[in-house]
T-cell receptor, first 113, second 112 residues
Framework: GAVVSQHPSRVICKSGTSVKIECRSLDFQATTMFWYRQFPKQSLMLMAT?????????EQGVEKDKFLINHASLTLSTLTVTSAHPEDSSFYICSADRSYGYTFGSGTRLTVV | SQQGEEDPQALSIQEGENATMNCSYKTSINNLQWYRQNSGRGLVHLIL?????REKHSGRLRVTLDTSKKSSSLLITASRAADTASYFC????????????FGEGTQLTVNP
């Protein structure tokens, strides 16, 4: 079945640094990927929609300059959290649309110290 | 933005019992899906039901959809300890593109 590989699974970084999270579609081409953020014991909040070869579409309230999304190929989308702060600590998950449902990456636990 | 509410927020049952989780949504939908999430992990797609369907089965899972009430239920029969996880419903609608809108989720604990 369709697999989305996301890494790293966990990352700890210092305040002020940037962190890049990658999502790769392993056996299919993903023209669109979605990036979500999930706080502990809460649901998933859509941050942005990543489109191959064009600019990402951000949800209201999400800072596009802080959360940089690049979808340079049909198999790779990246989310870079720039100048990370402790409040950016969260679980980030990507997903790709398939005809029978969505395939999700395994998530990245970001801790900013 | 979240449009769905799920109840109960938490459910604790014994192995072998059935677990029923409910989801309500606010807008029109094309499809409603149920996902499972183990703690700290990604989501696993369980089942998709289209807006013109009323019931769907997959193994021990049974999903119903009532578009007039804007609600869905997920029934897990003969639960196992391995079913312990969070369960989320998610909807999509053509006017929102391919975006999924998630419910708040139900934390299911199945005690051995």
């Amino acid at each position: 079945g369709a697999v989305v590989s996301q890494h790293p699974s966990r990352v700890i970084c210092k305040s002020g640094t940037s962190v890049k999270i990658e999502c790769r579609s392993l056996d299919f081409q993903a023209t669109t990927m979605f990036w979500y953020r999930q706080f502990p014991k809460q649901s998933l909040m859509l941050m942005a929609t990543s489109n191959e070869g064009s600019k990402a579409t951000y949800e209201q309230g999400v800072e596009k300059d802080k959360f940089l999304i690049n979808h340079a190929s049909l198999t790779l989308s990246t989310l870079t959290v720039t100048s990370a702060h402790p409040e950016d600590s969260s679980f980030y998950i990507c997903s790709a649309d398939r005809s029978y449902g969505y395939t999700f990456g395994s998530g990245t636990r970001l801790t900013v110290v | 933005s979240q449009q769905g509410e799920e109840d109960p927020q938490a459910l604790s049952i014994q192995e072998g019992e059935n677990a029923t989780m409910n989801c309500s949504y606010k807008t029109s939908i094309n499809n409603l899906q149920w996902y499972r999430q183990n703690s700290g992990r990604g989501l696993v797609h369980l089942i998709l039901i289209r807006s013109n369907e009323r019931e769907k089965h997959s193994g021990r899972l049974r999903v119903t959809l009532d578009t007039s009430k804007k609600s869905s239920s997920l029934l897990i029969t003969a639960s196992r300890a391995a079913d312990t996880a969070s369960y989320f419903c998610a909807t999509d609608y053509w006017a929102s593109g391919s975006r999924l809108t998630f419910g708040e989720g139900t934390q299911l604990t199945v005690n051995p």
